[in-house]
Every structure is written in C-alpha cells, then in structure tokens.
C-alpha cells in the first residue's frame, strides 16, 4: 500500500482528480483504522477461519428466516449478494466492506465519524478495482478450467457470479460487486462493496497475499486541521447527509455535522 500525507486542501483535491474513473474509495475518521469488515471486528479477537463461517451462516439463517416480518416495502433479495447487502444496510455485521466511487463521498463519511475535539488524522483509501478484479478473475481462471468470465461478463451477472463460483468455492479472492437490487441509499451514494471471496479470511490477508501485491492501493492521510477546510469543500460540492440519504435520518445527521463544525 502507498501512502501520501497531505498538506492541504489544494493538494488534497490534485491527488483525489488525478486519479482515473477506476477507483473506489473509502473513508476513515481515524488513519489508523485498518481496513476490516464489520465481521471481522464482532468476531475480533476469537477470529478464526471455521468461526467466522460460523457466524456469517447463523446470521444469515436468523435475518432471512425473520425479515418477512419487518419488510414494509415488500422487496425479497434474490441472492446472496443482495441479502448480504441488506443486512449491511441494517447494521448486522457482515463480510461487506463499504466503498464508493466518489472520492469525495469517502471524504464526507470520514468527517461523519470524526471528532474534531480529538485532531487526529483521517484518511481515504483508493484502490483500482479494474485491475483488484483482473487479478480476482485471472485467479479462478488458473484454478478452474471451465470458467471463462471477463470483468465486462461478470458485471452483467455479479449475484450470479459471486454465489455459484466466488463464494461456492470460498476463493481467497477480493471481491468487489454491487447487488443487482440497489437500494435508495446506495444508489445516492454511488456505492459497491469489497469483500473476501472466503468469509473466513480477512480483507487485509486477502491485499496483502501474492496476487495483490502490486495493484493501485493508496492511503492518503489527511491533518485534523484540514477538517474544516474539507467540510466547506464538500458542502460547497452538496455532498452533506441530506444529499446522501434523502431522509430524516440524513437531516439529523446533517444538523449533527454542522454542530460539530460550530463547536470547534
């Protein structure tokens, strides 16, 4: 992984335009926070490979065997991918790793999270998912004889591709897909997941592992004392809760936001 302390605002947006449309990009309030789904955090220190299956088989099995009785909006996901996602979406811990295409909606989730009262560094991480998925692609081709996916045939099918092949086979792979049922938010946010293709290895074995060892992943660490200049940046952008969650959830977070900016 590369890293690159920045300076300022200015430089900040140079590094962040710079960049190609083949990136995603996630936000940490904390630098230090390493990149781990929130599976990997609940399970924590009792992590192990068959554990980890474990729990992702039983919370799976008590979401979908529940969730006809609190789904007011009549929507069944059709996949693995999809129920993942949901549950993502409600907070139950998951392989899934949220990421966004937009550097600048990586940077606002950042802020969300972040204590200006502690000024430590944040952080957004960038990684070239066409070049993460060629590596992901190639892997199972050299293990398998039969598939004969390409990244343009596997963004037609990613729920299919992902249950009979990805995850079937629990390859050592990263994954990185959008369920073909989007939900509001994550349409508004422009966001995928990165995810291990084996619930049971963690996503930094999986970046740090041979196949991975040369892809674009870059850390940009970002001063406390730019977090205001950042925020006027992105409010000016109208990247605020409001815009990414289009309801009194975002509003709330939004007022949230701009206390936190005024207490400094």
Known sequence: MNQVNIQSVEQLLEELNRLPNCYIFRGHANAA????????????????????????????????????????????????????????????????????????????????????????DFAVFAIDYTIAMQKSIDYIAAKDADFKETRDSVYDKQDEVFEKTVDRFAYDILWIAEPKQLNVRLDRQAGSFLLSGNSGTKIEDILASQPYTDICFTKYCIPGNLYEGVFALLRKMNITSKSLYGNLDGLARSIHMLMKVYSI
Do not use: C
């Open 33 to 120: 926070w390493r990149l781990e789904s929130s599976l990997e955090r609940v399970v924590g220190q009792k992590w192990s490979k068959e554990f980890a299956k474990q729990i992702e088989e039983y919370s799976l099995s008590a979401f979908k065997s529940k969730f006809h009785l609190y789904d007011h909006e009549n929507i069944r996901p059709e996949s693995k991918l999809a129920w993942l996602s949901i549950m993502q979406h409600y907070g139950v811990p998951t392989r899934l790793l949220d990421f966004t295409e937009s550097p600048y909606v990586a940077l606002y989730f950042a802020l969300e999270l972040y204590n200006p009262q502690l000024p430590t």
